[in-house]
DNA sequence: GTTGAGCGTT
């Protein structure tokens, strides 16, 4: 649909708005993105032209991101990699293929549910290098797989396992 | 048995 064809070209902070977008919610974003583009154009008159206006521009210019928003946007390198946008007929087997075309994969995994089986949606694709990694990302982020424009980003790094065994504080009785 | 934000079953 041409809806996805955008996707794959659109800035990746648009991607997931485009992709997350229904037929029918479209012409709301559309309006939002002419609004503000008309805001853009009128702040660059402002800048530019030097002229004079009576609304306070900056009050519309987003704020500066947050560092936990800022980490988002730029993971860690990693060998390790978060894909998302998977079709949830997309396989574990299929995942591998797709981004072994891009360096040596060691391990590649769709995460489905526990209970029903069924993907969901996205998954982790772990690279031998980091060269490998970050080509893979090159190779396959924003592109098609089973139909889908799929996001490959390093992944965060995965929660320390918890150990069990002894509790720092422990009483022993005597 | 999906049109969907996300960081995982060893």
Do not use: C
Not at 147 to 162: H, S, T
């Amino acid at each position: 649909m041409a809806l996805r064809s955008a996707a794959a070209v659109a800035p990746r902070s648009l991607r997931r708005l485009i992709t997350g977008t229904s037929s029918r919610t479209l012409p709301i974003i559309s309006q939002a993105i002419w609004d503000w583009e008309k805001l853009e154009s009128s702040t660059n008159a402002f800048v530019s032209g030097r002229l004079f206006s009576s609304t306070s521009i900056s009050s519309f210019i987003p704020p500066p991101l947050p560092p936990s928003a800022q980490q988002r946007e730029k993971p860690e390198p990693s060998t390790n990699l978060f894909v998302s946008g998977l079709s949830k007929r997309t396989t574990t087997e299929k995942l591998n293929e797709a981004f072994a075309k891009f360096g040596e994969v060691v391990h590649a995994r769709v995460v489905t549910d526990r209970v029903t089986g069924y993907s969901k949606g996205f998954g982790f694709v772990k690279y031998a290098t980091l060269e490998d990694a970050a080509k893979g990302i090159e190779g396959m982020d924003g592109k098609f797989l089973d139909g889908w424009v799929i996001f490959a980003e390093y992944a965060r790094p995965r929660p320390p396992p918890e150990h069990h065994s002894a509790p720092p504080h422990s009483q022993r009785p005597y």
